[in-house]
T-cell receptor, first 115, second 114 residues
Framework: DQQVKQNSPSLSVQEGRISILNCDYT??????FLWYKKYPAEGPTFLIS?????DKNEDGRFTVFLNKSAKHLSLHIVPSQPGDSAVYFC??????????????FGTGTLLAVQP | DVKVTQSSRYLVKRTGEKVFLECVQD?????MFWYRQDPGLGLRLIYF???????EKGDIPEGYSVSREKKERFSLILESASTNQTSMYLC?????????????FGPGTRLTVL
């Protein structure tokens, strides 16, 4: 039972345009929502997060939006650069997880930014 | 600079072999995790450990066991490897003081079971 879904396995965007990656979840008991980025042959690295009490968080070219009523999370990258080409995973931290920092990851979206 | 290392980048084993995947972190983190990454399925948690000798099952523990005898080292064991365990295995660690965004990953081990 997949609690976190990324319905687009891949996305292709032109350099300089906006990339929008989407994530849906099926449970409301999450404290934090995160995005990780993964290049081939490397482990995922943390990109940006948002608390469940907020609806927007911005860090440079990256903005994460949280729509709790729709149970939807999105990542906007503006402007997109070829170096952004990677697999992006959304992840959620369940409430009540205590100090274990356990995360539930989505299925991933492969972003290709064309020069 | 934080570091999580995994013993092998690529590994080829035969069905029925016992396989050990090692992970070492140098950040004095309490929590360590083992995931597998498969196309279309994302990252799935196999086991995690929140302290030395402590472990908890993740979402897909069947066919795996773990060992954490020292704080910096977390081992994943495939008691009898099967072809459906061919996958990318990722180790991660985090500090329970710092929050969820500080889960640091190793480079991964690509395991092929023939």
């Amino acid at each position: 039972d997949q609690q976190v879904k990324q319905n687009s396995p891949s996305l292709s965007v032109q350099e300089g345009r906006i990339s929008i990656l989407n994530c849906d979840y099926t449970n409301s008991m999450f404290d934090y929502f995160l995005w990780y980025k993964k290049y081939p042959a490397e482990g995922p690295t943390f990109l940006i997060s948002i608390s469940s009490i907020k609806d927007k968080n911005e860090d440079g070219r990256f903005t994460v939006f949280l729509n709790k009523s729709a149970k939807h999370l999105s990542l906007h990258i503006v402007p997109s650069q070829p170096g952004d080409s990677a697999v992006y995973f959304c992840a959620v931290e369940p409430s009540g997880g205590g100090a274990t920092n356990k995360l539930i990851f989505g299925t991933g979206t492969l972003l290709a930014v064309q020069p | 600079d934080v570091k999580v290392t995994q013993s092998s980048r690529y590994l080829v084993k035969r069905t029925g072999e016992k396989v050990f995947l090692e992970c070492v972190q140098d950040m004095d983190h309490e929590n360590m995790f083992w995931y597998r990454q498969d196309p279309g399925l994302g990252l799935r948690l196999i086991y995690f450990s929140y302290d030395v000798k402590m472990k908890e099952k993740g979402d897909i523990p069947e066919g795996y066991s773990v060992s954490r005898e020292k704080k910096e080292r977390f081992s994943l064991i495939l008691e009898s490897a099967s072809t459906n365990q061919t996958s990318m295995y990722l180790c991660a660690s985090s500090s329970y003081l710092a929050g969820a965004d500080t889960q640091y990953f190793g480079p991964g081990t690509r395991l092929t079971v023939l």
